[in-house]
């Protein structure tokens, strides 16, 4: 029997329903990824999961004695608590149960009491919780009002995890995390025995955690085993199916149209039944819940600056006594996309703000280019009004939004611009606070993309935006000819566009020191290999015999590259690229059924050529970093 079953549920917010007939069953182990546009409902379905909320109509039926969690978005705590009292409330039945035993109160039957309090393993809460906090890392005495957001999700996280539920809701439990507590939560995630089902965006946290994912499009669910490159390409396959099916419809719609509109005469001599299936044709046409339209983004790139954006030489910055940015050296130029990452509080803003000569470092130079026009996604955040109209926000006190210079100016209606982000027209006079926090970060990108710039900085853009819009905002950063500064957690996004990477180096474990940062080529990922290369070793204890010590090889030299070397790094990008295609189309062949039954002698040589086409993309990754480097 499955730990809970959701049957026939239906909810409407307004005219707008988001659950039409949706149908769901969780069972014993499974990790649910729940997905689907901003404002789909999918908040609202986790807290009736969790028992919080009902729907209007539909059953939900229950394990006996399940055990259910909900953490939230922005976990709430009472203020004064400490992080042990904090976490403690997740064991506050088994508490109370053992607080009533040991003042052997009037009328209670302690035989009961025992035997409640052995169910819930009451005896020995406080071990739990102590446990907790030391597998969490967190500190039992301090205060939650002081934690920053990140750790007091740890909390939260912590206190539900003490409850030993059967089954635990997480909404976007990756926010405000950085990036070393995400792949820390996901660790813990996959060891975690019990069924769980996630809200969440980030394509790289859903597939290392998700055993299934489940959409909510258009008030019903449709579930895909899994990864995520899995879920895409049925999804891809199943609309492609739904618009064949919808052209049918409507083709036979239009026969039937233009037979009724013959007459009497015709319906004489053809069945009156006929006339009735056309009505039904009609009602089921009006009935159709259409896919929405794609966000159409444009991006204003602005004056074309010089050719330098910023020149860093010997940069240093500190605060107090604390060394924040130790000798940085960097050239950014125009059309690089940078992407800074970092634990929260390294100081990847105040490296950004030096970038930008908004800041003056404490020793050392920082040129900045020329004509640079300059958009800030976080400022935009903080001076969003929440009694303001979409319209107001995007177009304040004007109806014309203009995109672009001359001679390539347009200009749009406010109410069709937002309608590219999929605002509809009856929504643009409706207050900001009425939106969902996806909505606004997509309002926010609305008004953002309505400003000249040449250079973009991007604060943590991918919080609460849907995946599809995810993915088309890659695909815009990637074509914009201006330069990017982009902050994020989202491992799979920062991929996706940046040419580069900034890294917070000052861990020790990885032979780092205070205040150092590195630029890599590549994204996340390519940073993250460099990065395991360089970690120091654990000294082996005095009692082992350590092995001799290879002589250390001589510094990669420095100097100025040859013109071989120089065509050579210039060549290496497209040889990346076309490597990764042939393995990918190998990929696709290999996972073809078709491939085992019509051509089997064909797989040996395929599955031999993937496997040299890993170790050439490697050889050639480690050259350009190489060359890369001097």
Known sequence: MALLTLTDAHLAFGHVPLLAGAALAIDSGERLALIGRNGAGKSSLLKILAGLDQPDDGQIQLQSGLRRVYVAQEPQFEPGLSVFDAVAEGVAQARALRLRFERHDSGDDLDALQTQIEALDGWTWEQRVAQTLQRLALDATARVETLSGGMRKRVALARALVAEPDLLLLDEPTNHLDIAAIEWLQELLVAWRGALVLVSHDRAFIDAVATRIVELDRGQ?????????????????????????????????????VWVRKGVEARRTRSV????????????????????????????AGLPPGKIVAELREVS?????????????????????VGLI?????????????????????????????????????QMRTALDLDATLADTICPGGEWVEIGQEPKLTRKHVMSYLGDFLFSPARANAPVRTLSGGERNRLLLARLFALPANVLVLDEPTNDLDIETLDLLEELLQGYAGTVFLVSHDRRFLDNVVTSTIAWEGDPAYGGREGLWRE????YEDWKRQRERARVPVAAPPSVAAPPASPARPPAPRGKLSYKEQRELESLPARIEALEAEQQHIATRLASAELYTREPQSVPALQTRHEAIEAELMQALERWEALGSR
Do not use: H, W
């Open 221 to 257: 669910l449709r579930s895909y085993p899994g990864d995520f490159a899995a879920f895409e390409a049925a999804k891809l396959r199943e609309l492609d199916a739904e618009a064949q099916a919808a052209a049918r419809a409507d083709k036979l719609l239009a026969q039937e149209e």
């Open 317 to 337: 910055m500190r605060y107090g006594q604390r060394l924040l940015i130790d000798r940085f050296c960097a050239t950014l130029l125009r059309g690089d996309k």
């Open 273 to 300: 039944g006929r006339v009735a299936r056309l009505q039904a044709l009609r009602v089921q046409r009006a009935q159709r819940r259409e896919q929405l339209g794609r966000v159409r983004l444009e991006l204003d």
């Open 520 to 523: 890599y080529e590549g994204g």
């Open 342 to 378: 970092g634990p929260n509080g390294c100081g990847k803003t105040t490296l950004l703000k030096l970038i930008l000569g908004e800041l003056q470092p404490s020793s050392g130079s920082v040129r900045l280019g020329t004509r640079l026009q300059v958009a800030y996604f976080d």
